[in-house]
């Protein structure tokens, strides 16, 4: 008899018939991904290094860009590459950039634009980056994607571009961003922090994100069957674009059943916690900055206060945050590490939780859209002329 393969605990016989196989399929290979992004990385550094670091070296502008989840992956990079980096790192989406470039580009600045595609045939992310070589003098295109046949691969060209083609099995073949998420960021993150010194984080950060697949799996599971209609992801700095990308998954895979919000910590007090009733979860992800994680702190303990939301669930790599097990998604190895080292585990909780939610409603997590009116790649885009 030929050996069962399960995936996030169920079996690929089952998974098939459920429409969910390659979602389930996706999620979970994000460890042995995220390692082979580093090793793909890794044999390239050199021709990666000729690149950027003479572009570095001037202090030229960069832009994250990309539709969707893609843009997301800029959102959760932008504030910490820049502090890293100590230049000018922009997160502006491509869905903003091809109906407006006269707001986002300088003509007269020199400009790294980095582009995120999964299948790199976005309208809108095809567009920017044509408008992009219209407005910008002194462009650079550093273009990172998982389709080697994508429009965007072509941009990449020597001398003022380089292309950067992640390993196959990342471009999902599901409906929602998966591990094309993770592998995506991982690789802009790589490249920016120094690929060799990500050597020694990668096996921290696969290992993480291994034991979130396999401790939370029933958890999330669970949770996923207690019937809440509003779900809340909160998170600062990064963590904000992490909760953008947690809610998106949730609308796609439950094709809009579930009504999601995201903020900030901060920013939740503001208005959208008007949201939280007796249905709501609500979500937070904390930073290990210990400044940073006085606000997470603050709020949570605000929200239990109120005991308006039916529950309330933190993402974190750090005891303490005073919640019951039960209520804890709790990260292991990596308690010490940079926020950035989180995004990974982070987002898996959230991709598992989104899939449940979508075999609940009995939906194909695989296509869950069933009216044909949202697809994997985006159509019924019209680009117009600019004048």
Same mark, same amino acid.
């Given at each position: 008899? *030929? /050996?069962? =393969? +399960?995936?996030?605990? @169920? ?6 018939? !459920?429409?969910? &196989? ?100 976005? *309208? /809108?992310? =095809? +567009?920017?980056?044509? @408008? ?6 002194? !462009?650079?295109? &550093? ?101 953008? /990308? ?142």
């Amino acid at each position: 008899m *030929p /050996e069962t =393969v +399960a995936h996030l605990g @169920l079996d690929e016989t089952a998974l098939e018939k !459920l429409g969910g &196989l390659w979602t389930a399929r996706e999620i979970e290979q994000q460890p042995r991904m995220l390692r082979e992004t580093q090793a793909l990385l890794m044999a390239k550094t050199d021709v990666i290094d000729a690149f950027l670091q003479p572009l570095l070296a001037r202090k030229v502008r960069i832009i994250l860009i990309g539709a969707g989840t893609s843009a997301f992956i800029g959102e959760c990079l932008a504030p910490a590459l820049s502090a890293r980096l100590k230049q000018r790192v922009d997160a502006i989406p491509t869905t903003d950039l091809s109906c407006a470039p006269q707001l986002y580009f300088e003509s007269d600045t020199p400009t790294l634009l980095v582009s995120f595609g999964r299948s790199g045939n976005s *309208p /809108e992310s =095809v +567009a920017a980056v044509e @408008l992009a070589d219209r407005f910008v003098t002194d !462009l650079h295109h &550093l273009v990172v994607t998982c389709n080697a046949d994508g429009a965007l691969a072509a941009y990449g060209k020597a001398p003022k571009g380089l292309t950067l083609l992640l390993p196959e099995a990342t471009h999902d073949r599901s409906f929602a961003m998966t591990s094309s998420f993770s592998c995506m960021m991982y690789a802009a993150l790589t490249v920016f922090s120094g690929i060799p010194a990500m050597q020694a984080r990668i096996g921290p950060i696969a290992e993480a994100t291994q034991g979130a697949l396999e401790d939370y799996a029933t958890m999330m599971t669970a949770l996923a069957s207690e019937g809440y209609e509003r779900i809340v992801y909160l998170g600062s700095h990064i963590f904000q674009g992490l909760a953008r /990308e947690s809610g998106l998954k949730l609308l796609e895979l439950t094709n809009g059943a579930r009504v999601t919000l995201f903020d900030s910590p901060l920013g939740f007090r503001h208005g959208p916690k008007t949201i939280v009733n007796a249905k709501t979860l609500v979500v937070v992800f904390f930073s290990n900055n210990a400044y940073t994680r006085c606000y997470d702190s603050d709020l949570l303990d605000e929200l239990r206060r109120d005991n308006d939301a039916a529950r309330v669930v933190a993402i974190t790599a750090q005891d303490g945050v005073g919640l019951e097990a039960k209520d804890t998604v709790r990260i292991r190895g990596l308690e010490t590490a940079d926020d950035t080292d989180l995004l990974f585990p982070y987002i898996v909780g959230p991709q598992i939780f989104a899939f449940q939610e979508a075999l609940n409603h009995n939906l194909t997590p695989d296509k869950p859209n069933t009216s044909g009116t949202v697809n994997r790649v985006v159509q019924g885009v019209r680009i117009h002329e600019l004048g």
